[in-house]
């Protein structure tokens, strides 16, 4: 987990507090094909290097300088990702997926499932993210959203499921080591009894043997470029390995 601290667990007082920054520097605004949702997002000027660099060495390029090629690649939460929206549409579209129901949004980031999963109902959401920035983001995000969220700021996938009825797993197979890491946690989940739903846009670490469709859309990804064509994204079941 990111934290302010060095390696003498001291405070680093240079680096901002994550809250205040977000909200001075970021523009809270709607989600690409989410209009019902709003995140405070990240754009070419808003100086992401200074809640990662603690010397706080922000790029003030020139007025002829490319701003977007200055900045460094913004982190994960700053952007909603194609997993995460489709699984925020498919929630939005149907409600009956999570209304009444505990529901854990898992590697959160921006806190866009768990908003979904809210405003359509679900009794309890919990947010797991383990970025110190990212946590207070979602808490933002919550905010502005109108809607009440549990964070947990543990890596919760070293120990047994929450207690919750649905778990919501958006763009967790970005890479082969977090999907090694995260499927004997979704393994446990099922073993438990827990639903599990998951988002991607078919990356190459997805687990696909594991995974039933249940529905496609069009979104835009992180790291598109501005304009790009969206590309399909999945909802899947994620289904226990001898179904």
């Known amino acids: 987990m990111n934290d302010a601290t060095g390696t003498d667990g001291i405070a680093d007082s240079r ?5 205040t ?30 809640l990662l660099d603690p ?3 922000d790029v003030e390029a020139d007025e002829a300088a490319d701003i977007e090629q200055a900045e460094p690649l913004p982190p994960y939460w700053a952007y909603a990702w194609a997993g995460g929206a489709v699984l925020a549409r498919y929630i939005l579209d149907r409600p009956q997926t999570v209304a009444g129901r505990r529901v854990l ?12 999963a809210a405003k359509a109902g679900a009794s309890t959401v919990i947010a797991a993210e383990i970025d110190r920035n990212g946590v207070a983001a979602i808490g933002l995000n919550a905010a502005a959203n109108g809607v009440a969220i549990t964070l947990i ?8 499921p929450p207690a919750v009825d649905l778990v919501l797993a ?8 977090v999907a090694l890491r995260v499927t004997p946690f979704l393994d446990h989940c099922l073993a438990a009894g827990i ?9 190459a670490d997805l687990p696909l043997s594991r995974l039933r469709l249940l529905a496609e859309y069009q979104v835009p990804d992180f790291g598109d470029a501005k304009g790009a064509a969206t590309k399909s994204s999945g909802v899947f079941s994620f289904e226990a390995e001898d179904r």
């Open 15 to 19: 680096r901002p507090d994550p809250a």
């Open 21 to 50: 920054f977000i909200k001075a520097n970021m523009r809270l605004e709607p989600v690409p094909a989410l209009p019902e949702i709003r995140l405070y997002t990240a754009h070419p000027g808003s100086g992401l290097r200074r």
């Open 55 to 57: 010397d706080g060495n």
């Open 105 to 116: 949004d898992l590697g959160a980031g921006s806190g866009l499932v768990g908003i979904a």
């Open 153 to 160: 700021s543990e890596d919760i996938t070293t120990g047994p």
């Open 170 to 177: 958006g763009d967790v197979f970005y890479g082969r080591e």
């Open 195 to 203: 639903e599990v739903l998951v988002g991607d846009p078919r990356r």
